[in-house]
């Protein structure tokens, strides 16, 4: 997650001609060592959208859909949640959570992960560290099960949840209805949506205070104007025209396999501006 620094110009040269041919979240689009300069990246905080997280149960397991929602409902008032979410957004520490290996003879919480969304799922060598994956841990103790993690791409969540080869999946999910055909949701344990980020020399949205505002900038943009974003994500969605009330963006769009990525395209030039999750988006400008 701490990944930062590009330091010599080959390294730079080859992410930029990565990020120009990216298409999805399958694909290898920098190298290990790339890293986003954001000191000079500044947030429009403006809501574009509004979205709620929430863990996608399998069908079949009303039972533990139900226990997850009275731990996600309780955990919501009694400071279990706010204590989670302190070790990202306030003074505390990240605490690391470990996988234990997958066993039909034990009694397991098999959980379908992604391992790169910042802050609330991403990973170091073997610990994984996040919101979302302190929050199942903490969810697998309160039913007394062994917690086991497996990593896989975004885009094969639902239906590896719906097939029954996890009980459950979590990597900030928002809710909508095509994904509810695969899975059950719990009730929302995060609010949040999308906003945009640019240099900070770039002025033409300094002066847009509400939703409105920025929408009718973006429908002016061109195919001189680059937008990156995650893709396989409601920001990806927005700017397509798939939400409710924006009809999308005639500029060019270039589609990341992570919102890191994304703003790493912004600093080298090949993208204009940013759209992501407000919450991700900000906690990576402020960890550069």
């Known amino acids: 997650m701490f990944k930062r620094i590009i330091s010599a110009m080959l390294p730079v040269i080859i992410c930029i001609i990565m990020l120009t041919s990216c298409k999805n979240r399958e694909e290898n689009l920098v190298g290990s060592d790339a890293k986003e300069d954001n000191s000079e990246v500044k947030i429009i905080d403006v809501m574009l ?16 859909l139900k226990q997850i929602n009275a731990f996600i409902e309780k955990g919501l008032v009694d400071g279990t949640y706010d204590e989670i979410t302190g070790h990202y957004f306030g003074d505390g520490e990240p605490h690391a959570v470990y996988s234990e290996t997958l066993d039909s003879s034990k009694d397991q919480l098999v959980v ?7 802050p609330f799922d991403y990973d170091e060598g073997n610990a994984y560290y996040g919101i979302d994956k302190e929050l199942v841990k903490a969810i697998a103790d309160s039913l007394g099960k062994e917690l086991v993690l497996q990593n896989m791409n975004f885009d094969i969540l639902f239906i590896t949840v719906s097939q029954g080869k996890c009980d459950i999946c979590i990597a900030g999910i928002t809710i909508n209805d095509e994904r509810k055909e695969y899975v059950d949701f719990s009730v929302p344990y995060f609010r949040v949506g999308q906003c945009i980020a640019t240099k900070t020399g770039n002025k033409e949205l300094d002066y847009a205070k509400t939703k409105e505002d920025v929408e009718n900038i973006l429908k002016g943009f061109d ?3 680059t937008i990156a974003v995650e893709s396989e994500t409601t920001g990806e969605e927005y700017l397509e025209g798939q939400v409710e009330n ?3 963006v005639r500029c060019n769009v270039l589609k990341c396999q992570t919102l890191h990525d994304c703003l790493i395209a912004l600093n080298n030039g090949s993208a204009d501006y940013v759209i992501g999750d407000s919450a991700t988006l900000k906690y990576l400008i402020a960890n550069e």
């Open 49 to 64: 959208t509004e979205e709620e997280y929430g863990i996608g149960v399998c069908k079949d397991k009303p039972e533990l």
């Open 246 to 248: 924006f009809e999308g």
């Open 223 to 225: 195919k001189s104007v």
């Open 112 to 118: 379908a992960t992604t391992g790169d969304f910042e």
